[in-house]
């Protein structure tokens, strides 16, 4: 039965006290769970960062490897090319003795230059200029020279000399 | 359900305030459970809420959320009326301008609506949980004789008297008698008699101040020529005495005439009352041979003596403490929420 003229004030336990308490107990929890929270995420950015850095690393070490083998590969074509190039100028150098070998008098139509031996085509006015002149400083520097002539049409004598250096010789003479 | 578990785990504090003709008691008791931890009367002297009642009050509910502030109800527009039909509510008061409670289905409490909002305006500095009705509050204070007799049921206190008549748990009559205005009407009659024979002695005599001589009253101050006299010590000490001795005999006599009259004034309007209850039509009139009264205001023997020797009433007098009964109420309605 109700008997008061007017309804009384909803009581509750969240007082002006309490509620300022949970507030600030909840305030600090929530800091708490946002600092765990940020903790959390920052750890889990730094293990991706940590597996992106893993894996450049690797990227890295396969790249240097790559870089290592073109390098290699690099070194050996340069080692070849500083090889070519002083067989090129040893036989530019040859080809310069050579033309500086052949007398003005005589002239020269073709030469073919061979792993170790020498052809000569040319004119010549007679056969002791060439033999004199020519043939003389060849067999100085090949170990086999054979010359052979045929007339040509002006009276002058086309010549053919081959001229050979023996590597058993080469080798034994080093 | 967690709310009221919560609830059982605090103390609740039960603050009854009940305001006497120059004073107001703050009952309040702090119960766990049941069980009642502490209770304490404390008495202001003021007949509205001041800063020290208020700091006494605010001091508990800081103690427990759980705390219920009550007053007894001291509208002069309050009374009780033998029916719950709002229809034929309107025969006894004013119902649109009051707040009723059916107490049962025959009978209800009213006050105004004016004078609630003007209790709640009043304690808003502390806020009221509940407003009772001094009828409520005697209904249950008598509720084993209520329902099995046919007598008058009366609530004392200082001012106020809640008058009711009961047949069986029937209410048959009910009016809230305050004894200021019935003091105030008398007096007005006293004071209209004295002006009558004022206004009739002056219409026959006269006073003429033309006159009177200055003479005389110069004359009179001869008395007062040495004056010095009049400062001695002896002659001021033996004149306050004289006067503290009048003044003692003067206080006794007002506090035995005061009671003699609020007796005689409380049995005049209980006389009053029952005499419209016998002449108004609108109440089903019956005789009524016995009176319980709850005393809340240590009434004198005398007022029990008026009744059996002028109205030869049954007087049987209960001893009550409003703020342990208004308490016993506010207990009951939150056990009811």
Redesign the interface.
Known sequence: MRYSYIKPRAKTIFTKDIQLLFTFFGVTIFMLFSTYAFLLFRDYRFTQEMQDIKEQKNQLSINISKINKQIAVAQKQSLLAEKIFTKNSVLKDSINNLFDLVPSRITLSEAKIMQNGLILYGITPNKDVYNFMLQAPLRSIFHRTYSSFYPADNGWLRFVSTNYIDEEELSSEN | MI?KF??TL?TKVFINIIVENSQTVVYVEECSRNEVLQSTHKVFETTSINSKMQDFIRAFFKQT????V?IL?KSSNQGAIPTCTVSEMGKYCDINSS?Y?C?SEHWAYY?SEYD?EAI?HEYRSI???????PF?LMA?FFKDKIGSTLAMFVLVEDSYISFSIFDKSRLLYGEYLDMQHHKDDEEMLIDSSLEYEDDTSLGIDGIDLEDMSIEDDVVSFDDFADIEDLDSDNSMDEFSEIQEIHENIEHEVDISTEGFNEDYQRFSLIQSALKTFYKDPKYESQFIETIYIADGARVSSDLKSYLEEEMFLNVYVRKIDLGVVLCE?AK???N??
Do not use: H, N, Q, R
């Not at chain 2, 959320?65 to 219920?68: D, N």
């Not at chain 2, 806020?127 to 009705?133: R, W």
């Open positions: 709310g919560l609830e605090y959320p759980f705390y219920y009550s109800d707040e409670i107490f006050t609630l709640k806020g009221l949980d509940f407003i009772f009705s409520a249950t109420m009951a309605e939150v009811e929420i």
